[in-house]
């Protein structure tokens, strides 16, 4: 018989003060080191630099026990990173994490593990984040077992457990992932995740591969298992639809950094940062006047070499000179609501020039 304590997990009321985890001043810089022909093409008077790709530019980030937070942008913007961040799947090349108020990098490394177990990640491609090779009872049970949660004996009976609570049949759990739908797919990929017993999960793009219809019922049931299962959630997408459903508060960003974030209601009733309202001006919406859809202007510009000031400043139709030579720090413009734009700034809207 499985112990009682796999059921729903409860938590003292004081653990829920304060964020749950919390980024200070991340950044991440991933470089590409010279090989040896480049090398030598510079002894021999080439100018072959390092390519150094600022993925994530020295970023903020709380998130509240029980809230759920969502992270947009245009590809390539750094959400990914910045979830992989929070995870734990990267270090950070700057910055601190926190978990409950503590460092987790100034932890010592074996309490490190047990608080980086409770934050678990879900992939966004339901067909490569299963390993081919192994069953669902392995796929789901083998960490469990290996974190000492349930016994080798109790691994079968808690991984029907586990696939019970997302919605499929226990008696699948000998099958390979090949054999079953991209939705069965992907709640296979969530039991995994909760097997472990997390607090918080960061979802990629958890829903981008499935069909519509499918979306929704995964969708109801991350809703459900918040509720269910006490749970926290950093849920990445580019689709503001699925986020404006379920986010608790939105966060945005561009080419690596936060330009504004708010409680979901406000962002998506009251947007302040241009990026944002150029991303919301491109939702469809079902309206009986016709509108006219304007893209933003020019592309996203390489995290090779990003633009000084504001990086948004080359496709900002308000940008000013400030814009140009200094980025803007982001404040709270209205209760809850930051935003980073120098407009919000009376005495820059007026001049332009920094003061």
Known sequence: ?????????????????????????????????LDLAARIGNRLGANVREEIVHAVDNVDLKVAHGEIVGLVGESGCGKSTLGRLAAGLLEPSAGER?????ALERLAPAKGRRQQLRTQMIFQDPYASLNPRLRVVDIVGEAPVVHRIVTKKQQVEYVGLMLNKVGLDPTLMRRYPHQFSGGQRARIGIARALAVKPEFLVCDESVAALDVSIQAQVLNLFVDLKSSLNLTYLFISHDLGVIQYLADRVVVMYLG?????????????????????????????VEPKKRT????????????????????HPRCPHAMPVCRARAPALVEISTRQFSACHLNDPAMRTTGQAT
């Open 1 to 33: 018989m499985l112990p009682s304590s796999l059921g729903r997990v409860t938590r003292p009321l004081a653990e829920a003060s304060g964020p749950l985890i919390e980024l200070r001043g991340i950044s991440k810089r991933f470089v590409k080191h």
């Open 98 to 102: 926190f978990w409950r108020g503590q």
């Open 257 to 285: 950094r936060v330009v504004e974030s708010a409680p979901a209601a406000k962002l998506f009733n009251q947007p302040n940062h241009p990026y944002t309202q150029a991303l919301l001006a491109e939702v469809g919406r």
């Open 293 to 312: 859809f304007v893209p933003i202007a020019g592309e996203i510009p390489s995290p090779l070499d990003p633009p000084p000031g504001c990086h948004f």
